[in-house]
């Protein structure tokens, strides 16, 4: 079945040379963008049941053999991380396409969007799939080239801000990865993943050491872990709403996926745990006291995003079985809460005008169902038991009582107060922007809007609304299917620790 | 493989010509910077490979040909950079369009924060309209409003 392998990729990438050539037809372009995305998630599915029953599939890209060639490699972390980035870019898309309808921009400078997700797509699903260090550098600046283009979309004034810093910092990220594979390709002669995997053995300590070092730098800046974390909230709330949502969920992610992917495989020694706790700490504290600084409600989600982040390098710097598993239920469980919160929160920002906490009121009764769809993944995000939040931090905190190292305990105490004060920061949206009286200040159209409530509705188009709900039911799901998705993720970090499925799919004959 | 001491040089000097001007507020000497520092890892890939003839079967003895493998990953670098030098391009003169610069500027929410701690009150000690638009960094010096 590894013929499917593939696919993610080329759907995708397909669809995009289709759309730009179909610039004039918004039409023809939106159903193309849709059909590719719905492909890609059947596909990705597909992969998921394939990986879980026969293992790991690998496909040798052009018929050469590794590691003369590059290789595509979909183990069971590649596979579920692909379902899932591929659920919410579909969800995204639609809500992305009866955003455009409602605005009546059909013809518009946006032409370029759909091309552009749909490349945005190809380069994470590259990035997931790579079993070849330089492939995964190429999915990373597809995704990010792509992300350029997306986040300065429209080139207002404030768009051009924020997009330079949010450049000019994905290039040095960019620089630091590209030298990291100068340096790893000199040092092994080769960059093949599953090959490097044993030749890392051979090197001497200290290059290794600075190997690690670069790469964990590189992605570091891409996961946005703390002192690498403050390009995030300045760039991804300017950006429209949901590619805002697609960039908080998948971007990121990619980051620390390639964070899991190269600990466990190249450097399985576990030398640097210690830096990484601490590192996972000070993501979540430090991230979490911005957000509770925040009076903008995609400012404070940002800042939440990265203090989450903290929770899976906690689990990658535990190297157990049991952390890696809860790192990767997290993982999946905060894709869909984060883009949830961030499609909920642009159509908040529909509904009332703005999304600062100061201006935003009485959303509650004016729009019950745009509270609902906030207050759970809200509450999911927070932790709160009977959701996915509560369970991926359960196993990661039991993960980290089991390691029972001292800097664990401390990490432990360190990330139930960052749950609490995620909850502390939601309650206070909740508050300003639900819960009180509409504010006295508030502008004109909006309060007109509340004088004839029973004519409100029609301002949220269905479009937008209904893959938010798809979403938060999404999400809702997880927890019903939290015990068999644990089991799926125990697996897939046995096979990421013990590293010989991975090595022995690539080369079944041993590694040259 | 011994490194050879020039291209070692060449590349200290390039990563050191990026990175100065990387830190540079122009988003213009930021793009210089940028393709000084792509080229620097360009020579430091092309340093890792082995030097040598062309790598053709038949006309090179197979232990004198030079490694192609860092050869094809510069080329594929190079097309990179040449986008995004491209991209930043645009960037910086719409920039120039809208604002009269290129400057790369300090975060609006930051500065109001950074006034506000001057002024020593808390982010919630007065109502803040926070749709300010981001004012010019004209009036503030360069230097002084980085991190």
């Known amino acids: ?512 | 493989m011994t490194p050879n001491l020039v291209y070692v040089i060449v590349i200290g000097v390039l990563f050191g010509a990026g990175v100065s001007l990387l830190l540079e507020r122009t988003l213009t000497r930021v793009l210089i910077g940028v393709i000084l520092l792509g080229n620097g890892v360009n020579v430091l890939i092309l340093m890792g490979g082995m030097p040598g003839t062309p790598p053709i079967v038949g006309e090179t003895a197979q232990d004198r040909m030079s490694d192609s493998l860092p050869q094809a990953m510069i080329l594929t670098a190079i097309v990179i950079t040449l986008g995004i030098t491209a991209f930043l391009l645009a960037l910086a003169y719409r920039s120039w369009q809208l604002l009269g610069h290129d400057e790369v500027q300090d975060d609006a929410e930051d500065r109001r924060i950074m006034d506000l701690a001057e002024r020593d009150e808390g982010p919630h000690a007065k109502e803040h309209d926070s749709d300010d638009p981001p004012t010019p960094v004209d009036d503030v010096a360069p230097g002084r409003a980085g991190r």
């Open chain 1, 1 to 512: 079945m590894s013929h499917l392998v593939p696919l993610p990729v080329i759907i995708p990438l397909l669809g995009a040379a289709l759309t730009l050539m179909m610039a004039r037809a918004p039409r023809a372009q939106r159903a193309v963008s849709v059909i590719a995305l719905t492909a890609t998630l059947v596909v990705a599915a597909a992969l998921l049941a394939v990986t879980f029953v026969e293992g790991p599939q690998v496909v040798a890209v052009g018929g050469w053999a590794p590691p003369l060639g590059i290789v595509l490699v979909a183990d069971k972390l590649a596979a579920l991380m692909l379902v899932v980035s591929a659920a919410v870019t579909l969800c995204v898309l639609v809500y992305s396409i009866g955003q455009g309808l409602a605005d009546g921009s059909d013809e518009t400078p946006l032409s370029i969007y759909h091309p552009t997700y749909l490349v945005l797509t190809a380069g994470v699903t590259n990035a997931f799939l790579s079993g070849d260090l330089f492939n995964l550098y190429v999915g990373f600046e597809v995704l990010l080239v792509a992300s350029y283009v997306l986040l300065t979309l429209g080139s207002t004034e404030n768009r051009i801000r924020a997009g330079t810093t949010y450049v000019v910092v994905s290039l040095l990220s960019s620089v630091i990865f590209l030298s990291a594979l100068g340096l790893v390709y000199a040092s092994t002669g080769t960059l093949n993943m599953a090959q490097l995997a044993g030749r890392f053995d051979e090197l001497p300590d200290n290059l290794r050491l600075i190997l690690q070092g670069m790469l964990l730098l590189a992605f570091g800046i891409k996961a946005a872990v703390f002192p690498l974390s403050a390009w995030l909230p300045d760039s991804y709330p300017t950006a429209p709403a949901p590619v805002t949502a697609v960039f908080a969920g998948l971007l990121t992610k990619v980051g620390v996926y390639a964070i899991i992917r190269t600990e466990t495989l190249l450097f399985p020694d576990g030398r640097i745990t210690d830096v990484l706790m601490v590192i996972a700490l000070l993501t979540m504290v430090v991230g979490i006291l911005g957000a509770v600084a925040q009076s903008d409600i995609k400012r404070l989600l940002s800042f939440t995003l990265i203090s989450h982040i903290g929770y899976m390098v906690f689990g990658v710097a535990l190297t157990s079985v049991s952390g890696l598993s809860g790192a990767i239920f997290y993982i999946a469980h905060h894709i869909t809460i984060q883009t949830a919160l961030f499609l909920a929160a642009g159509l908040v920002e529909r509904r009332g005008g703005t999304t600062s906490l100061e201006r935003l009121g009485g959303l509650a009764r004016v729009a019950p169902l745009l509270s609902v769809l906030f207050f759970v993944p809200a509450l999911n995000l927070a932790g709160i038991p009977p959701f996915s939040g509560f369970l991926g931090k359960l196993g990661l905190l039991q993960a980290g009582v089991d390691d029972a190292g001292p800097l664990a305990w401390v990490v432990v105490a360190g990330g139930v107060l960052t749950s609490l004060l995620t909850l502390y920061a939601i309650g206070r949206v909740w508050n300003l922007a639900f819960w009180r009286a509409p504010h006295p200040d508030v502008p004109r159209d909006e309060a007109e809007a509340e004088a004839e409530p029973e004519q409100s509705t029609p301002m949220l188009p269905k479009l937008m609304v209904a893959p938010t709900c798809a979403l938060v039911a999404f999400s809702v799901a997880l927890t019903f299917v939290a015990g068999p998705l644990f089991e799926f993720t125990s697996e897939a970090a046995e096979d990421l620790l013990t590293r010989t499925p991975y090595i022995e799919a690539v080369f079944p004959d041993g590694a040259p």
